[in-house]
């Protein structure tokens, strides 16, 4: 990949972002590690649903899908280990991410990977399914509300701080549905549905004005422009989950996700030529929302365009997935990752 860019504007935002942020003490690479590791547990689950959702459409068993499975409970299983240790032994970092302007929005990630979990084992272990589901979705209720609480009341914020990782605590509650409806939960659900969709259009309006009048975003959040697919593709997904069925609100949902997919798609040259960071990892779960939303679609439609299409997302993704994994593998070797900023 190439170097980092040479226009001023996004090296001044960072630092700006930088300047107003709560300064993370200096000490070991624990002290800094990241909420934001658990973006790779969202994306190798999508991945796993998706393979998942695909045997189910063509009604064959894939043998790499249990490896699959077993990989992303040992991926969870070893940051949440490691991100508990941190929060024993480093509680102030831990209290300087959840001040931090831009950090913040990924502490919700820890709540969507178990709601992911709870996905991954709704027909092969339920009751561990329900378990999960219940701790998942009681932590993304209280990241919500302390995210929103802290977006109200704020002392540090700016415009330049926006950007679309702030979607990730409305796609958290979107997804409650997904295996809350066959789980049995679907009032909780709809609870859950109501504020995602409430958040969803606000922070969209602030994401554009964002992006169209003011800096360009930082290098190392441009990955997460690929976040403006989640919440149309995972809010279509879990409503045709709660309604069981493709209304016109459901096509609005789907086609819009497919629209901003192919809107990104026709950006890929300026995600080529970005460095490695571990926000690279924010290509991965909207890739696997819209790519599941499309199979979705293909069953619920019989159009054979839309299975087509979710196939080759789902294609397209694990090569992804597998390029992350390398990359990141070589970024913690390189002691690139886990350091103060």
């Given at each position: 990949?190439?170097?980092?860019?040479?226009?001023?504007?996004p090296?001044?935002?960072?630092?700006a972002?930088?300047?107003?942020?709560?300064?993370?003490?200096?000490?070991?690479?624990?002290?800094h590690f990241?909420?934001?590791?658990?973006?790779?547990?969202?994306?190798?689950?999508g991945l796993?649903?998706?393979?998942?959702?695909?045997?189910?459409?063509?009604?064959?068993d894939?043998?790499?899908?249990p490896w699959?499975?077993?990989?992303?409970t040992?991926?969870?299983?070893?940051?949440?280990a490691?991100?508990l240790?941190k929060?024993?032994?480093?509680?102030?970092?831990?209290?300087?991410?959840?001040?931090?302007?831009?950090?913040?929005?990924f502490m919700?990630t820890?709540a969507?990977?178990?709601?992911?979990?709870?996905i991954v084992?709704?027909h092969?272990?339920p009751d561990?399914?329900?378990?999960?589901?219940?701790?998942?979705?009681t932590?993304q209720?209280?990241?919500t509300?302390f995210?929103?609480?802290?977006?109200?009341?704020?002392?540090?914020?700016q415009?330049?701080?926006?950007?679309p990782?702030?979607?990730?605590?409305?796609?958290?509650?979107?997804l409650?549905?997904?295996?809350g409806?066959?789980l049995?939960?679907?009032?909780?659900?709809?609870?859950?549905?109501?504020?995602?969709i409430l958040l969803w259009?606000?922070?969209?309006?602030?994401?554009?004005?964002?992006?169209?009048?003011?800096q360009?975003?930082p290098?190392?959040?441009?990955?997460?422009l690929?976040?403006l697919?989640?919440?149309?593709?995972?809010?279509?997904?879990?409503?045709v989950?709660?309604t069981?069925?493709?209304?016109v609100?459901?096509?609005?949902?789907?086609?819009?996700?497919?629209?901003?997919?192919?809107?990104?798609?026709t950006?890929?040259?300026r995600f080529?030529?970005?460095?490695?960071y571990?926000?690279?990892?924010?290509y991965?779960?909207?890739l696997?929302a819209?790519?599941?939303?499309?199979?979705?679609?293909?069953?619920?439609?019989?159009e054979?365009?839309?299975?087509?299409l979710?196939f080759g997302?789902l294609?397209?993704l694990?090569g992804i997935?597998?390029?992350?994994l390398?990359?990141t593998a070589?970024?913690?070797?390189?002691?690139?990752?886990c350091?103060p900023?």
């Amino acid at each position: 990949m190439s170097t980092q860019s040479s226009n001023p504007a996004p090296a001044a935002d960072a630092a700006a972002v930088q300047s107003a942020a709560p300064p993370l003490a200096h000490g070991g690479r624990l002290e800094h590690f990241p909420a934001s590791f658990f973006a790779m547990v969202m994306g190798l689950a999508g991945l796993t649903i998706g393979w998942e959702k695909a045997e189910a459409v063509v009604g064959r068993d894939f043998p790499f899908v249990p490896w699959l499975i077993g990989a992303t409970t040992l991926l969870f299983t070893g940051l949440a280990a490691t991100y508990l240790a941190k929060v024993v032994l480093h509680p102030t970092a831990v209290r300087a991410e959840l001040r931090h302007p831009v950090r913040i929005n990924f502490m919700p990630t820890m709540a969507i990977s178990l709601l992911l979990l709870s996905i991954v084992y709704l027909h092969t272990a339920p009751d561990a399914s329900r378990w999960l589901w219940i701790t998942g979705a009681t932590l993304q209720l209280g990241f919500t509300l302390f995210v929103v609480n802290a977006w109200m009341h704020h002392e540090h914020f700016q415009v330049l701080h926006m950007n679309p990782a702030w979607f990730i605590p409305a796609v958290g509650n979107v997804l409650v549905p997904v295996a809350g409806v066959p789980l049995g939960y679907e009032t909780i659900s709809w609870f859950y549905f109501s504020i995602g969709i409430l958040l969803w259009p606000v922070l969209l309006t602030i994401v554009f004005n964002r992006v169209l009048f003011h800096q360009p975003l930082p290098e190392k959040l441009m990955p997460t422009l690929f976040i403006l697919v989640a919440p149309p593709a995972v809010g279509f997904i879990a409503y045709v989950r709660l309604t069981g069925g493709v209304d016109v609100f459901a096509q609005i949902l789907y086609f819009a996700a497919l629209f901003l997919t192919l809107l990104l798609f026709t950006q890929v040259t300026r995600f080529l030529k970005l460095r490695f960071y571990l926000s690279w990892w924010a290509y991965s779960f909207p890739l696997a929302a819209i790519a599941i939303a499309s199979m979705v679609m293909a069953e619920r439609s019989g159009e054979a365009g839309f299975l087509y299409l979710g196939f080759g997302l789902l294609t397209l993704l694990s090569g992804i997935v597998v390029l992350l994994l390398i990359q990141t593998a070589r970024a913690v070797r390189a002691r690139g990752i886990c350091i103060p900023e």
